[in-house]
Structures are given as structure tokens and as C-alpha cells.
């Protein structure tokens, strides 16, 4: 797991590198995906069982479709790079979500499914599972 320093400068270091080369976009992508799927401190931890809530109409998954995290994302950066400007204030992380059900999965296994945190409810903790199953 990351700092919330570690992780801002390694996805800042990627961004940077960027020259608008569509063809280097996947080899970013996926760069940023390994950074995201080592978590940050604070976020919820990879493994927790989440549920979509705040769905909007044109939305892949709506709201009660159940998932697990498998990365997050720190809110400075989210704020800076992805969230809408009405919904910077309220939004501490994003998370890599692996939906359950998921058709975009099922085209494109390496599809990643990257949500703000207002749009997700907890469900179940990674770590309080790993007690109950112990």
C-alpha cells in the first residue's frame, strides 16, 4: 500500500510522460492501473465488497449491483485530474471496482471500472473477512 504522497507522485511522473501519442495511451493505462491497484492509505482495502448506490441513468451498473474493490485512488488526485467540479468536495477516493455481473468484462477482460467513492456503500470489510473465515 502507498502514501497518498507515493501514489500522487507516481500517477503525476505517469501523467507527465504522456506526449499525446494515442498508441503509448494503453501502456499508460495500464501503468496507472498497477499504481491504483496497490491502494493508498485511508481508502478501503482491496478485497471489500461494495454496492453501487447514486446511479445515473446512462450508467453501466445501477444502483444494489455488488462488486469488489481492487484498487483505489487518492481524492487530491481524483479532484485535480477526474471528479466534475460539483462533486470535488464530497469525494475522498475512487475505486477499481470488479462488478459481479459485469458485460463489459466479459468483451474486454482487461476493462477497468474506476468510481468515485460517493458512488459506492459498503457492504462488507476485506479485513473483517478475513477474521470470520480465519
Known amino acids: ?44 482495502p482491496n478485497g471489500t465488497r461494495v454496492e453501487k448506490i447514486n446511479s445515473e441513468i446512462a450508467d453501466i451498473h445501477q444502483d444494489r449491483t455488488l462488486g469488489t474493490t481492487t484498487g483505489a485512488m487518492w481524492s487530491h488526485y481524483v479532484s485535480e485530474h477526474f471528479a466534475p467540479s460539483d462533486t470535488k468536495s464530497n469525494v475522498q477516493y475512487m475505486y477499481l471496482v470488479d462488478f459481479d455481473n459485469c458485460p463489459m468484462r466479459a468483451e474486454n477482460p482487461n476493462a477497468l471500472i474506476l ?20
Open 1 to 44: 500500500m502507498r502514501t497518498k504522497k507515493e501514489q500522487y507522485e507516481a500517477l503525476q511522473s505517469i501523467k507527465d510522460s504522456y506526449d499525446g501519442d494515442q498508441t503509448a495511451m494503453q501502456s499508460i493505462m495500464n501503468k496507472m492501473a498497477v499504481i491504483i491497484q496497490d491502494g493508498v492509505e485511508g481508502a478501503w
Open 115 to 134: 468510481l468515485m467513492d460517493i458512488k459506492l456503500k459498503l457492504v462488507s470489510s476485506a479485513r473483517r473477512n478475513i477474521f470470520i473465515n480465519a
